[in-house]
Every structure is written in structure tokens, then in C-alpha cells.
């Protein structure tokens, strides 16, 4: 089970707390609306010694009657295995949805913080999570969130691979923070 409420991050304050960082590729082989996914992953960890490791999730939502707290999108089931790194790139070229992104590890108190620094067309997305034990366990959250947004599908990482931020409308950017605003549109906007 994987409980963890995510947040918008503005400014660069979360930088005095990193502890380890890796560069993440994600493709995503299926991607449901109801929050089904299926996803290959390639992580490339920073030394010293660098590593290279490979996964493959599967992410959905637990039948209600198992944690009605489910429905906020903070609690998902998660099934992930380790894969050679050869079927990480077959799997790759097959994924017609994906994304890179810089993963951070913080050393902060409360949950296991992460922050992604999203790359290409999701720049300049900075993204916060914080995975948790028990849906109702109080954290306490960094003045550098600025913006909770647990529960956002379009702001989920497979809807991010289907629809990066750079091909959003004006009117989809609308409901983003200012900070957002600013990010390169692509000529081929989609609403």
C-alpha cells in the first residue's frame, strides 16, 4: 500500500535538505482514467558508486471497503519489482506515454520526502511527496509547498507523461499557481 500527499514547491528552499538525488526516466504502458497504471522505470543513482536500477509498477486505487480514505487519491495499492535493465529498455520503446525528471531524498522529519524536478516539456513542474504510514498521520509541511495537490489526476505523473505541462491550455494553466504561469508553451496546445 503507498499512502503520500503531494504539494507544489515555489523557490529553492528544499535544497539545504538533500541527501541523495537520481535521475528518473518513466514510460507508462497503460495508463486508465480510473488510476490504473502500468510503469517502466530507469533510475541512474547519483555515487558514490553510482547505480543503475529498474522497475516495473503497478499503481491503482484499493477496493473501498479495504480504505475509504482511497477516494482523496493519498492511498493507492502498489505492486513493484526490480527488472534487468535490458527489459527496462524494451519496455522503454514501447511506452508510448513518458517522462524525466530529477529525483531528490530529503532528510526531513515526519515521512519519506522526495522532490522531482520535472525535465522537458513538464519544465519548470518542481513536485513534493511525502510517503506516509497511515493516511491519517500528521505532517508537517515545509513552507516551500506551497500547494497541495494530492488526488490531482492531471497533475499525476502518467497524466504529466500523457499531457506534459508545456501542451496544457491557457485556460487548463489558469488553476496553476503564478509560478507556473511562465512555462514555454508548445504551438501544438491542447485543451
Known sequence: MEIERRFLVDGDGWQRHVRWRARLDQGYLVARPDGVTLRVRRTAHEG???RHEAWLTLK???PQS???TSLDGSVRQEFEYPIPAED???LMALAPQQLS???H???LPGGDWIVDVFEGDNAPLVVAEVELERPDQE???PDWCRQEVTGRHELSNAALARLPLARWSATARAGLPPWL???AVASDTIS
Open 66 to 68: 479495504m480504505d475509504p
Open 105 to 107: 531524498g530529503l532528510d
Open 181 to 183: 504561469h511562465g512555462a
Open 101 to 103: 525528471k530529477w529525483r
Open 139 to 141: 505532517v508537517v509541511v
Open 88 to 90: 527496462a529498455a524494451a
Open 48 to 50: 558514490p558508486p553510482p
Open 60 to 62: 491503482a486505487r484499493p
